[in-house]
């Protein structure tokens, strides 16, 4: 099975930075997609950032020039740099991936347990 690990999450001051992380173990094929999502409370969970197993990245506009993504693939992680963190940015984070567990399966997502980010003074 595929399991996702973040971590990285805690509690910074306004202006601050965080680099979450996140780790893909068990058993797969092939990863495509990496992402990272977030949800505050009373919130939908939204998807803040995207990178292709190519490397391009997406990002959601609310983070754009503060975050960055990216991929380790020799250790099948995930980072996210965040910088200039805003109150606006507190949220449970989560990871997610899509993979393939052999080469006849179809591409699945998965998703980590989460990750708190909390900014406030």
């Known amino acids: 099975q595929v399991q996702l690990k973040e971590s990285g999450g805690g509690s910074v001051q306004p202006g601050g930075s965080l680099t979450l992380s996140c780790e893909v173990f068990g058993s797969f094929f092939k990863i495509s997609d990496m992402d990272w999502f977030r949800q505050a409370p009373g919130d939908e969970r939204e998807l803040v950032a995207t990178i292709t197993r190519g490397g391009d990245t997406l990002y959601t506009e609310a ?6 993504i990216s991929r380790d693939y020799a250790k099948n992680a995930v980072h996210l740099q965040m910088n200039s963190l805003k109150p606006e940015d507190t949220a449970v984070y989560y990871c997610g991936v ?4 052999n080469s006849d399966s179809l591409y699945d997502n998965y998703y980590g347990q989460g990750t708190q980010v909390t900014v406030s003074s």
């Open 63 to 68: 983070v754009k020039g503060r975050f960055t």
């Open 98 to 101: 899509r993979a393939q567990v």
